[in-house]
């Protein structure tokens, strides 16, 4: 919803090791929830979403779970890789929003250590 | 595959100049967004476009803000009097109807100085 909180802001995590992302939401008529991953100094980049009639998506080393109850989904990332090292944000839409607008949650800096 | 293109990519200005940025969405999308992010912040919805008019804006789009789509093709940002404080990457996205991905433009960092 307008509200998306984002933890934590910083991960540093062993190449190989797992990280893991979560977001809570306040809009409980939410039904999408995308994951970007953005590099340095370029545009945000759609790795994976989630809607609310599903529970998990994995894509290979990425999997999304969404708890609609608790209002909270999470990005879970296997196998790090240090091509995996960027700012990750999660996202909801607007609350009310009739124009498909989402709104970002604060970001998370993922370092992957070699 | 289709993309969401911005000029300029970089965008210097004085304080007090009107500055226009451009997007050109992806040819059969028709909701188009402008979104910004400051240096090490997170990405700020600023305003969502639909059938030729505004269709939500947030407390950062004030009146020093306005958008267009002047053709069939480009969408524009225009901040009137740029401030300090606008420096910021501007991002454009589109999307069409029914669908909730939003495709982003590789966006134009504007300094002002």
């Known amino acids: 919803g307008e509200n998306v909180e984002q933890h934590p802001s910083t991960l540093s995590v062993q190449e190989g090791d797992s990280a893991v992302i979560k977001c809570t939401y306040s809009d409980s008529a939410s039904n999408y929830f995308p994951w970007y991953k953005q590099e340095l100094g370029k545009r945000p980049q759609l790795i994976i979403d989630?809607?609310?009639?599903?529970g998990e998506k994995k894509d290979q080393r990425i999997a999304v779970t969404l708890n609609k109850t608790a209002k909270h989904f999470s990005l879970h990332i296997t196998e790090t890789q240090p091509e995996d090292s960027a700012v990750y944000f999660c996202a909801a839409p607007g609350l009310y929003s009739s124009a498909s607008k989402i709104i970002f949650g604060s970001g998370t800096r993922l370092s992957i250590r070699p | 595959e289709p993309e969401v293109t911005q000029t300029p990519s970089h965008q210097v200005t004085q304080m007090g100049q009107e500055v226009i940025l451009r997007c050109v969405p992806i040819s059969n999308h028709l909701y188009f967004y402008w979104y910004r992010q400051i240096l090490g912040q997170k990405v700020e919805f600023l305003v969502s476009f639909y059938n030729n008019e505004i269709s939500e804006k947030s407390e950062i789009f004030d009146d020093q803000f306005s958008v267009e789509r002047p053709d069939g093709s480009n969408f524009t940002l225009k901040i009137r009097s740029t401030k300090l404080e606008d420096s910021a990457m501007y991002f454009c996205?589109?999307?069409?109807?029914?669908?909730?991905?939003?495709?982003f433009g590789s966006g134009t960092q504007l300094s002002v100085l």
């Open positions: 989630i809607r609310s009639n599903v």
């Open positions: 996205a589109s999307t069409d109807p029914g669908n909730e991905k939003l495709f």
